[in-house]
Every structure is written in structure tokens, then in C-alpha cells.
């Protein structure tokens, strides 16, 4: 095997290919502050008395070029909310994917509606028109397309299908800030759209959240949805609440830092972008390893970058090529979220209440029910993106690349 002495990865005894940290951003400075001043100026710090989180919701719905936008406490209470506003009842089948966060299947669960796992598209790591399909069953109310890694799923053949069986189409744009599809941000496709504003999106207020529609009616129902159904418009019986809702309201200091987030978005978007677009360009071709695929018509925001090895190419498992990049500089993590949601023990001892039934119940979940996304979580490897990423840490990044995947093969090569 001959490989240079400069080209040997740091496990075989080589030096390093990054020896300094990857660049991050200051996530919070003046400008939030100044809002948060602001805020705590009103005397209240409750959502229909002050501005801020009114504000947020006037600007947030303008950037996302939807009618409207309603705050909330996290993405988990936006999709909850958005549940309760299009109705989803005991009984009901939603169907969402297998990879994602919890924070998509919870509100299912809580309507005590059930939860049908599609599988994924196992290069954009995305459910399909395709795979949603093979779900649908008479009981079928909703999907929920969650837009993984800040990549649209394929929202006109989704869109189509649901229109073309009467099903609610709701998204879940936790991770896909910024995200475009066919021009349009995420979230305009469904119903409603739903967004996350934790301390790990691209945008963030600690905890919060946000559904945008383009429907009046829905609007006012996700509002009482957030608000314990009551209605405070003028001359409403406030407290006449008409559905089951929770209270999910924003505070004015979420609203406020969001303000200051917000304005922040499309530099951060941005800079993602074309780092990413740099990495792609740079490792695309490397033996053994598959890279994310963008959807037809997307511009992908970047949460993270996932890679997917092929052992009997590359030579390494999933954990062993993420080894060699740590020795390298560069970490990466495996198997993201390590199993699908349906293993999980609720699903697979449908432990969700203590003493009772959930509609669930009746549902068994197989530990193979979707087997790409099985597939994606043994081989996949996972890159965390800043937007503050630097040239210096593309090249460091690019070159751990090539330096292990190339000593890998060639192993493997010798191997036979
Ligand atoms: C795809 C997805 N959906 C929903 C959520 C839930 O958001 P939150 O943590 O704000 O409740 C997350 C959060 O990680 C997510 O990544």
C-alpha cells in the first residue's frame, strides 16, 4: 500500500488533518438584549397584553410569505397545536416517519390518534409520495411531512396524494428553517406549518415555537389551540372554550429574542448554504461514501450533513470511519437518533398511560417495519454545521475525507 507520509490518517499514525477548533457563532448578543429591555419596559410580559410576541408573529408570517403566524412554546406544542386545529381525533391514523424527533409523533399520541410509520427515501433521508401511500388506510387522517435536515420532502407529489385522498397535509419545519421548495418556504404547502425555535435550530429563542397558515379559520383555531380555547378578540365569551386545547403561550421574552433571531435568518441560511454547497463539491466521488441527496426543487437549509457509508466498499463501519474523523479533527457522530421511533419501548410496550387504553394499543409495531430507514440509522454519519464555518475548517473537513476514506479503500483493496 503506498500512501505518503502527510496522506496518512491520524489512527494510522498520522498527523491530524484539523488542530484547531471549527468555528462558532455568538448566538446572543446586543440586539437581543435590546429586545429583551424592551420587553420587560411594556410591564407585562404576557403575550395579548405586550408587542413583542405580536410583533414576532407579523414578521415571522411576512418573512415566510404566509397569511399567518401563531407563537408557541416549542415545535412539539406548534404541531400539537396544529393537531388540534385540523381536528385529529382518538382513533385517527397519522402517518410520519420513522426518523425525526419526538417531538413529531408526541402530539399524535396526545390526540390519542395513531401513529403509522412510513419509510424513507434512503438518500434524502425523507418520506415519499411513494411510501406515504402504502400507509394510507381508510382510517388515515393526516400526514405530517417532516423536513429532515432542513431538506423539503417532495411536497408536490405529497401535496397531490393528499389532496387526492382527502388527507390534511401538515409539516413539520423543525429543522428546515430557511428551507425553500419550488421557491416558497417550507410550511405553505400543508395546512398549517410548523416550526421549532429550541436551542439547537438554525434560529432560537431557549424553547419556542411557531405554525404559519394560510387558512383564517385554521389561524383562529390555533390560536385558541395555544390559549386554553379562549377566545380573546373583541367581544368573544372568552372563556367558552369549544375543544380540548393546552396552554402554549409564548412569553414576551421568547417573543422578544425571536425578533432578534429572526432578523438573523437569512445570514445564517446563507452562510450554511454555501459551505455546505463547498463541502459537497469537494467530497463528492469518494469511494464508500454516499452523500445527502436534495430533493428536486429544494434549497436545503442545512441543519446537519449526513453521510452514509457502504462498509463492503469503504472497508468501515459507520462507528469506525466517525473514529478515524474524531482522530482526524472532525467530529461526526453515527447512527443519529440509533433506532427508529416505532422500537422505542412506548411503541414497543405501548406504555404510554399508566393504567388505560390508547388507540394505539391496537397497533403492532415491528421492529423492521421500515427498512431503509433501519438501514439509514446503521450506516449513517452525521456532521453538526455553523454557520460561522470557516474556509480553514472546510479544508481541514475535506481533507480528513480523503485521507480516510482513500487509506480505508485501498485497505480494503489489499484485503480482497
Ligand atoms: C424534526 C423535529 N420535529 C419536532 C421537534 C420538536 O421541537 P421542540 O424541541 O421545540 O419541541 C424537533 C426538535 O428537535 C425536531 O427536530
Not at 27 to 32: H, N, P, Q, V, W
Not at 299 to 312: I, L, N, T
Request: hydrophobic share 40%.
Amino acid at each position: 500500500m503506498t500512501i505518503s507520509t502527510e496522506d496518512l490518517p491520524a489512527f494510522a499514525g498520522g498527523k491530524p488533518a484539523k488542530t484547531t477548533p471549527f468555528a462558532k457563532e455568538k448566538r446572543y448578543g446586543d440586539a437581543e438584549l435590546q429586545q429583551l429591555k424592551e420587553a420587560l419596559d411594556q410591564g407585562t410580559l404576557f403575550y395579548a397584553q405586550g408587542k413583542k410576541v405580536k410583533t414576532l408573529e407579523e414578521q415571522f408570517a411576512k418573512h415566510h410569505g404566509a397569511k399567518h403566524a401563531i407563537a408557541c412554546t416549542s415545535g412539539t406544542a406548534a404541531i400539537h397545536s396544529a393537531m388540534m386545529a385540523v381536528g385529529i381525533s382518538p382513533g385517527d391514523e397519522v402517518i410520519v416517519p420513522p426518523i425525526t424527533d419526538m417531538g413529531s409523533i408526541v402530539p399524535v399520541l396526545f390526540q390519542g390518534a395513531i401513529p403509522v410509520f412510513a419509510d424513507l427515501d434512503p438518500k434524502s433521508y425523507v418520506m415519499t409520495a411513494q411510501t406515504i401511500e402504502k400507509c394510507i388506510t381508510p382510517k388515515t387522517r393526516a400526514v405530517l411531512a417532516v423536513h429532515l435536515w432542513g431538506n423539503a420532502c417532495d411536497l408536490g407529489a405529497i401535496k397531490k396524494l393528499c389532496d387526492d385522498r382527502k388527507l390534511t397535509l401538515l409539516e413539520d419545519c423543525a429543522q428546515a428553517f430557511g428551507c425553500k421548495y419550488d421557491g416558497k418556504c417550507v410550511g405553505n404547502f400543508g395546512a398549517v406549518g410548523c416550526y421549532s425555535y429550541n436551542e439547537f435550530k438554525h434560529i432560537s429563542t431557549g424553547d419556542g415555537g411557531m405554525t404559519i397558515t394560510n387558512d383564517d379559520d385554521l389561524a383562529k383555531k390555533l390560536r385558541l389551540a395555544t390559549d386554553k380555547c379562549y377566545d380573546r378578540s373583541p367581544n368573544a365569551k372568552m372563556r367558552q372554550a369549544t375543544f380540548l386545547a393546552a396552554n402554549y403561550r409564548m412569553t414576551e421574552l421568547q417573543g422578544a429574542v425571536g425578533i432578534a433571531q429572526l432578523a438573523k435568518l437569512d445570514s445564517i441560511v446563507e452562510r450554511r448554504q454555501k459551505w455546505c454547497a463547498k463541502l459537497t463539491e469537494q467530497i463528492t466521488g469518494l469511494p464508500g461514501i454516499t452523500l445527502p441527496k436534495v430533493t428536486d426543487k429544494c434549497d436545503p437549509s442545512w441543519w446537519f450533513y449526513m453521510v452514509r457509508v457502504e462498509p463492503e466498499v469503504l472497508g468501515a463501519t459507520a462507528d469506525e470511519f466517525v473514529q478515524a474523523m474524531h482522530k482526524e479533527g472532525v467530529p461526526m457522530g453515527a447512527h443519529y437518533i440509533g433506532e427508529p421511533i416505532y422500537a422505542y419501548p412506548l411503541f414497543q410496550h405501548h406504555s404510554a398511560f399508566d393504567h388505560a387504553e390508547h388507540p394505539f394499543n391496537a397497533r403492532v409495531y415491528k421492529k423492521a417495519d421500515c427498512p431503509e430507514a433501519e438501514k439509514i440509522l446503521q450506516t449513517c454519519c452525521m456532521l453538526s454545521i455553523n454557520e460561522a464555518y470557516t474556509d480553514d475548517d472546510l479544508e481541514g473537513t475535506v481533507r480528513a475525507f480523503n485521507k480516510v476514506v482513500n487509506y480505508l479503500h485501498q485497505k480494503r483493496g489489499l484485503k480482497g
